[in-house]
T-cell receptor, first 116, second 109 residues
Framework: GAVVSQHPSRVICKSGTSVKIECRSL??????MFWYRQFPKQSLMLMAT?????????EQGVEKDKFLINHASLTLSTLTVTSAHPEDSSFYIC????????????FGNGTRLTVT | GQNIDQPTEMTATEGAIVQINCTYQ??????LFWYQQHAGEAPTFLSY??LDGLEEKGRFSSFLSRSKGYSYLLLKELQMKDSASYLC??????????WGAGTKLIIKP
């Protein structure tokens, strides 16, 4: 149980275009989902907390107008990287909890974004 | 501030035992998680400790001492597939996970 599906797994796009990443909880409802970014050999960095039916909460230094988050249902959150630049190339991972606040985070498989 | 200290890299031999240590400082504490992350993949959950002591789960065990701000992950009967990064992630008073860069474990035949 507690499966999180993320799509696409890899995407290559040109500078200036937008990319949408989907995150779905397959067998549980997730009122809250978390979006992370990870650069090579570095720690996971929380970008934002996605709340179903309300605005996302962004971490300090993360541009909300650049990283658009939509959490329209209890099983789907999307992250759109707008006007992507090469420095946005990274590994983006979503996660969710299937239980209480101290229950484990379950991660999607991640999306490797390369901006050329 | 909040921080985590783990060795950057460790090497062990197939079939042996390895212990990965983690010390942490957080604002409040709601337990500590260990995750495994293979290169290029997302983390997968290994264990959770909220009370002091040892939690055993198959070949993997995790220990916590809250008073010392210390945890370790013990891996027994090492297999080549155990080559991965191991992330120690304490949870603060706001139920936020604090992530370090993890320990890269290299298993040699």
């Amino acid at each position: 149980g507690a499966v999180v599906s993320q799509h696409p797994s890899r995407v290559i796009c040109k500078s200036g275009t937008s990319v949408k990443i989907e995150c779905r909880s397959l067998d549980f409802q997730a009122t809250t989902m978390f979006w992370y970014r990870q650069f090579p050999k570095q720690s996971l960095m929380l970008m934002a907390t996605s709340n179903e039916g309300s605005k996302a909460t962004y971490e300090q230094g993360v541009e909300k107008d650049k990283f658009l988050i939509n959490h329209a249902s209890l099983t789907l959150s999307t992250l759109t990287v707008t006007s992507a630049h090469p420095e946005d190339s990274s590994f983006y991972i979503c996660s969710a909890r299937s239980g209480q606040e101290n229950s484990p985070l379950h991660f999607g498989n991640g999306t490797r974004l390369t901006v050329t | 501030g909040q921080n985590i200290d783990q060795p950057t890299e460790m090497t062990a031999t197939e079939g042996a035992i390895v212990q990965i240590n983690c010390t942490y400082q957080t604002s409040g504490f709601n337990g500590l998680f260990w995750y495994q992350q293979h290169a290029g993949e997302a983390p997968t959950f290994l264990s959770y400790n909220v009370l002091d002591g040892l939690e055993e789960k198959g070949r993997f065990s995790s220990f916590l001492s809250r008073s010392k701000g210390y945890s370790y992950l013990l891996l027994k009967e090492l297999q080549m597939k155990d080559s991965a990064s191991y992330l120690c992630a304490p949870m603060d008073s706001n139920y936020q996970l604090i992530w370090g860069a993890g320990t890269k474990l290299i298993i040699k035949p």
